[in-house]
């Protein structure tokens, strides 16, 4: 099932928070908890829901088990997905070691970096290899994460591309420029902190989901 980009990010929302509630045993789960979690308006949680033929109980709310077991084959997450990554640093590693990726349906499949320091060094699992090996002759897995400074942030992302990514988590400052059909999320946490420091300073302004 094919859902735009907005609907994904509330989706991806509502499974973060149905997760965290049936980690805690509830059974069920309401519109209003999963607006009053995730910002999002009760009416809307409902249609999003219901568009996934996710039907509640007036009362009672939707069976937590069904919700998380939707939300997961919809976002592609009730499989394992395989991820390349480039950037061996603490961030790198951080992510290459992270149980929380795993349990949301990510494996980290080969990890590369240009130090030659570090190349060759073992990362969990992993061993780490010479981003130079990123040249198009081995076939990569579709998703990448570029964790590098942001210097060499175009080079990295003209590498997975050539090997076969289509879309680029992308964890530096750089914009990015790449052909149509590759898509890229910036994750980039001093730009968030920029966004919320507006809201901040304009007294009585709500801060947006």
């Not at 709310?61 to 991820?83: A, K, M």
């Amino acid at each position: 099932m094919a859902v735009g980009r907005g609907l994904a990010r509330r989706l991806a929302k509502y499974l973060r928070c149905v997760a965290a509630l049936r980690e805690e045993g509830l059974d069920a789960v309401s519109s209003w908890m999963l607006g009053e979690y995730t910002g999002v308006n009760p009416a809307q949680v409902r249609r999003d829901l219901a568009g996934l033929g996710i039907g509640g109980t007036r009362g009672v709310g939707y069976e937590t088990e069904e919700v998380f077991g939707t939300l997961r084959r919809v976002l592609g997450l009730d499989r394992v997905h395989d991820v390349v990554l480039v950037g061996a640093g603490r961030l790198g590693t951080a992510v290459a070691g992270s149980e929380l990726l795993v349990k949301r349906g990510f494996r980290v499949a080969q990890l590369f970096d240009r130090d030659p320091a570090k190349i060759g060094r073992r990362v969990g699992n992993l061993t780490v290899r010479d981003v130079r090996e990123l040249d198009g002759g081995e076939r990569m897995p579709e998703i990448g994460i570029i964790a590098v400074p942001s210097q060499n942030a175009q080079e990295v992302a003209d590498r997975l591309v050539a090997s076969g990514v289509v879309v680029i988590v992308n964890y530096t400052d750089a914009l990015l420029h790449v052909p149509a059909g590759v898509q890229v999320h910036d994750v980039d946490p001093s730009s968030q902190l920029m966004h919320t420091l507006y809201y901040l300073t304009r007294s009585g302004e709500e801060i947006p989901a």
